[in-house]
């Protein structure tokens, strides 16, 4: 595993230890909480410190890992959060926090005395014993139970961008090769692509898997800010996909029109309707027509990035003018098909996939919206 990665994700867990607990605290709907006590995050973090490799940071992976085990129910699953002990909500956290121990005792098994890994060890088939007592529908946790059994071959079942990481742990498990075929990879945006394209803040949602992939280079700015996305690629083996891209500009169609390119800091990402009709004039170039019956763009606010109307700034703008916007990279020529009768507006928002409009944040915005509105009268 990349160190950078390793690094970062027990950055990621320091930032949010406590010196009181000693656990690290996160909630995943707030993230700024510091009440909570993650179970399954706790034990990442643990096996992230072991990857470090210091006679420190594995005492202190141990006496986390120690701590945790005595939340485990008798049923063998375990709280989502300490403070929800003896409930348990999710019954696919057993298979979850399951192949963390099994790696943790498969790598660093060596250096762990005798008493702890038996409890490691007993903990990990009460856990799997709980899980074959559910009657899991999804392919991911059917596979999953079968990979820590070694019962049968497994396979990539998903196509979401959100469980890519479950079903790589899966395939790991089952030793699988860690080639992942007829999935997109951009090499020079270090960008999976696989949808959802969810933002946050200005950039792209980072994911584990495109963390994982970038092992080869050094990690660009969305990936570097320490998050929970770390914890979880500290997990994952280096792997590579068999289509990988090199272009600057990444255009995806997925439920939306989505175009990538790198700007003079980070990535830009701009969303349009799907039905939009999109022509490259040149490498610097984009000619995009949203068609009648739709009615927005979106692209991340940026200080390098500028909207012009008919080569001016402007906030308003008509049906029959042409909107550029521009980058330290490239520029985006954007006409609207729409009847008469409409008016477009040009102002700050926030598209669909924002993660983190919300909360205190709920009226920030993030994105420059360009829609139509009708005119009345």
Sequence with gaps: ??????????????????????????????????????????ACFALALCKQKTAETILTAKDIIARLLPFQTVEGNFPTYLHEYPK????????????????????????????????????????????????????????????????????????????????????????????????????????????????????????????????????VARHKTPQREHLLAALILPCATDTVSDSPIEIIVDGSLHVFWQGADSMHHLTAPQSTHWAQIDEMTLQLTVPAGESYVFVDWALDISIFVEGKKGTLFAIHNQLTIHSSSLAIEIRFEQASGYCGHITRGNRPLQTEAKGARLYEAYDWKLFLNPVCG
């Design 1 to 42: 595993m990349k160190s950078e990665v390793v690094d970062l994700a027990v950055a990621f867990g320091r930032s949010r230890l406590s010196p009181r607990t000693g656990f690290l605290h996160y909630s995943a709907q707030d993230e700024a909480g510091l009440d909570t006590i993650p179970v399954f995050e706790n």
């Design 88 to 219: 348990t909500w999710d019954p696919c956290l057993a298979l979850k926090i399951a192949p963390v121990f099994m790696m943790l005792l498969q790598e660093f098994g060596h250096v762990l005395d005798t008493s702890f890994k038996a409890e490691v060890t007993k903990s990990v088939e009460r856990a799997l014993s709980y899980a074959e007592q559910q009657r899991y529908v999804d392919p991911i946790w059917i596979n999953r139970l079968a990979a820590c059994r070694h019962k049968r071959e497994t396979c990539l079942v998903t196509t979401d961008r959100g469980m890519f990481f479950e079903s790589l742990i899966t395939r790991q498990l089952a030793m699988h090769e860690q080639t992942l075929h007829g999935v997109r990879y951009n090499r020079s945006l270090q960008l999976l692509c696989v949808g959802p394209y969810t933002q946050t803040k200005g950039h792209l949602t980072s994911s584990a898997l495109e963390m994982v992939l970038a092992h080869a280079t050094p990690l």
